[in-house]
């Protein structure tokens, strides 16, 4: 762990944390805001395979939300990952997941990550190659959600990245 991130704290979501994830949803501009109760309820139902980083009050910075698919129990799907614009590019991410996947490999025994982007967020693809390649896995693109899938206007294709087998 860097010394940029000594002081956070990473652990998992809980019930009064879903309103600061819906907040650095919102203020990300570049993920899908979903409903705050969506975040709630996630923060309720799939808070063992979600996490946040927390700043020295214990106040979220960054989350990483996601699920055991339910058809392929040893695949650990990437909903969302954000991190406030102030705490970017410290790594802050990088261990977000990182710490996410550690729990849920030895509490799922899951050997792959999924995880969809939009074609163009550097940051996204960047983040999601280096976990890869710390991991030792490999990665396979395909598109997942083609822009004519979307019934609400205009949306960018959504692209799977399939990361896998893990060794950790
Ligand atoms: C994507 C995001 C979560 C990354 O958070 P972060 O804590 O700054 O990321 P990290 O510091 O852990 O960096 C992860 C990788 O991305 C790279 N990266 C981070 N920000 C970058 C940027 N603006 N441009 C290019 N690369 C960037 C880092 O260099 C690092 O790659 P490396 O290990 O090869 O050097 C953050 O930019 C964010 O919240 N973006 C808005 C929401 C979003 O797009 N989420 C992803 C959708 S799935």
Redesign the pocket.
């Known amino acids: 762990m860097t010394a940029a991130q000594a002081d956070l704290q990473i652990d998992r979501p809980a019930v009064a944390d879903g309103a600061a994830l819906w907040r650095i949803a919102r203020d990300?501009k570049?993920?899908d805001l979903n409903s705050s109760y969506s975040y709630l309820l996630w923060c309720r139902d799939f808070a063992g395979t979600s996490a946040v980083a927390r700043d020295e009050r214990g106040e979220p910075v960054?989350f990483v939300t996601g699920y055991v698919r339910p058809e392929r129990p040893g695949t650990l799907l990437v909903w969302?990952?954000?991190?406030d614009d102030a705490?970017?590019?410290?790594?802050?991410?990088?261990?977000l997941l990182d710490g996410l996947v550690a729990r849920v490999v030895a509490e799922h025994g899951v050997t792959s990550v999924e995880?969809t982007?939009t074609p163009g967020?550097?940051?996204?693809e960047?983040?999601f190659?280096?976990f890869a390649a710390r991991h030792g896995a490999a990665l396979e693109r395909e598109v997942l959600f083609s822009t004519s899938l979307f019934p609400d206007g205009p949306h960018d294709p959504e692209v799977l990245y399939r990361i896998g087998p893990l060794s950790l």
Request: aromatic share 4%; hydrophobic share 50%; no cysteine.
């Open positions: 990300s570049a993920l960054g969302q990952v954000a991190v705490y970017r590019g410290r790594g802050i991410a990088g261990a995880t982007i967020n550097i940051a996204s960047r983040l190659d280096a």
